[in-house]
């Protein structure tokens, strides 16, 4: 536990110095706090719900042909590793590095380069919470995440600027590599990106309803049923426990808070409002239904970028700003600790074999066969 409040200090202070250093240093310092990012993600050993379960498939690729399988190209990179010589910690690594490179690539485009403001979202993407798309996200469905960075970094060319098919297209064959969902992504290509708040509104009224009367079809739930890769979804809703609860909550209020407070709506912004504010209440529409909130969980990597432009249109006082910042932190800090102290070992590091959660912080160095580990160098 002391290593994630240090590492929580230390990523603040990080952000704090960007605030108080010239612009040449402030990139900079998004670097380190990036690069701290993927050294944590990186080389963290059984921390992630799905972590043992991807560590004893990499070390069964080639040898249980009866497992059901991620898609084809998981075991191709996987095969491609280990033919190389690599241990299953490169696998984390390798998805810790596609996902929060692109994650900031994308961050640079939707803030405009300005680095004041990609320390801050990746400062509160750091804090990360179960309600939201965190850094703890990022820890447990890998290759989720992976696909939906390279989707966040690749929005940029539906716009106008830099509109291309083609360009997009890539981006989403690239995210289709690693999950096969980020093929429906296609359709953000024919969204309009010129939307007035009116219609964003009806847009985030009317496909969560949508999206629930497709999912009740018998059709669908036959389908899900009798499929081995969606037979664990559940479309009856399981009961809602505090931590839930207070996601949900949070959910409402930074809908609110994120709707009515970004006034200057540019068609960057636009889409902006609309992917966030259709996440957040897909995440409230699907509360509950276990697994399908994923849904919601894809589009919520657009909260980061949306919320501290959110922030930047605040014209009170600073202790009113302050106030604000204090409350949201509050909240994801909030979160945080019942989730470590309340559902340890199902949501932190559930694995396989049942053991216990990996909540202090242990470092993997050994990536590859036959290679010393940092560790080995260093004793």
Aim: hydrophobic share 50%; aromatic share 18%; glycine share 6%.
């Amino acid at each position: 536990m002391s290593f994630w409040i240090l590492y929580g200090l230390l990523t603040s202070l990080l952000v704090l110095i960007s605030y108080m250093v010239k612009a040449k240093n402030q990139q900079i310092i998004s670097y380190i706090i990036l690069g701290l990012m993927i050294v944590v993600s990186g080389f963290r050993y059984r921390i992630g719900y799905d972590y043992d379960q991807y560590m004893n498939m990499y070390s069964w690729i080639s040898y249980d042909p009866n497992m059901v399988w991620p898609e084809p190209s998981f075991q191709i990179l996987c095969q491609f590793l280990r033919y190389l010589g690599f241990e299953f910690q490169m696998l984390f690594l390798l998805y810790a590095i596609v996902s929060l490179v692109f994650f900031y690539k994308g961050l640079s485009y939707f803030l405009d380069n300005n680095y004041r403001q990609i320390s801050l979202s990746l400062g509160i993407f750091t804090l990360g919470t179960i309600g939201l798309v965190g850094l703890w996200f990022s820890f447990t469905m890998i290759r989720q995440f992976a696909a939906m960075a390279i989707i966040f970094w690749g929005v940029k060319y539906i716009f106008t600027e830099n509109r291309s098919f083609i360009k997009f297209f890539f981006a989403i064959c690239l995210a289709t590599f690693f999950h096969a969902s980020s093929i429906m992504f296609i359709v953000f290509y024919f969204i309009p990106t010129n939307l007035s708040k009116k219609k964003v509104f009806i847009l985030i009224l009317g496909i969560p309803f949508i999206v629930k009367l497709i999912l009740s079809l018998p059709s669908v739930q036959l389908m899900m049923a009798l499929s081995d890769r969606l037979s664990g979804y559940s479309l009856e809703n399981t009961n809602m426990d505090g931590t839930s609860i207070s996601s949900y909550i949070m959910t409402l209020t930074m809908l609110v808070f994120v709707f009515f407070t970004l006034k200057n709506i540019s068609e960057k912004r636009s889409i902006l409002l609309l992917l966030t504010s259709l996440g957040l209440s897909l995440k409230v529409s699907l509360s509950g239904l276990y697994g399908l909130d994923r849904i919601a969980s894809e589009f919520l990597i657009f909260f980061y970028p949306t919320l501290v432009l959110c922030l930047s249109e605040l014209r009170y006082g600073y202790f009113t700003r302050l106030g604000i910042v204090s409350l949201i932190v509050l909240m994801f800090l909030v979160l945080n600790i019942r989730m470590i102290s309340g559902y340890s070992d199902t949501l932190i590091a559930k694995t396989i074999g049942g053991s216990h959660a990996n909540i202090d912080y242990v470092f993997n160095t050994d990536i590859r066969n036959d290679f010393w580990s940092i560790y080995d160098l260093l004793k």
